[in-house]
């Protein structure tokens, strides 16, 4: 009997988490969170520019497939990355696109 490579729940869990990071407003706060650690909600508002709702709907979705951790102080919801490979694998990818870019 062989044994798959990557077992299909995996394969399912994966193309989720691929998802994810398919849309340019999920990557942007990613992005953010990698760079500064940690980011209350308004934080993120201002340095993106999108609305309060549509960050809190990214939030919610990111936070749902366990690729960032909310912790609450008072008012204020913060932020933060809980899955590391996501920052590798952005960087991969971007960084593979910006030799492109350049070649072209």
């Keep these: 009997m062989a044994t798959d490579l990557v077992p299909r729940e995996i ?3 994966a193309a989720r988490r ?5 849309e340019p407003v999920r990557l942007e706060i990613l992005s953010l969170l990698h760079e500064r650690g940690e980011m209350s ?3 993120l508002v201002e340095k993106t ?12 979705q990111l ?10 102080e008072g008012l ?4 933060s990355i809980s ?5 590798a694998i952005c960087m991969l990818v971007c960084g593979r696109l ?3 870019a350049g070649a072209a």
């Design 18 to 22: 691929f998802k994810m990071l398919s």
């Design 41 to 43: 909600v308004q934080e």
């Design 63 to 72: 936070a749902a497939e366990k690729c960032v951790k909310r912790r609450k």
């Design 11 to 13: 394969m399912h869990r």
């Design 83 to 87: 899955d590391p490979t996501l920052s």
């Design 49 to 60: 520019g999108q609305h309060q709702a549509n960050i809190s709907k990214h939030l919610g």
């Design 76 to 79: 204020f919801a913060y932020y």
């Design 98 to 100: 910006r030799q492109e």
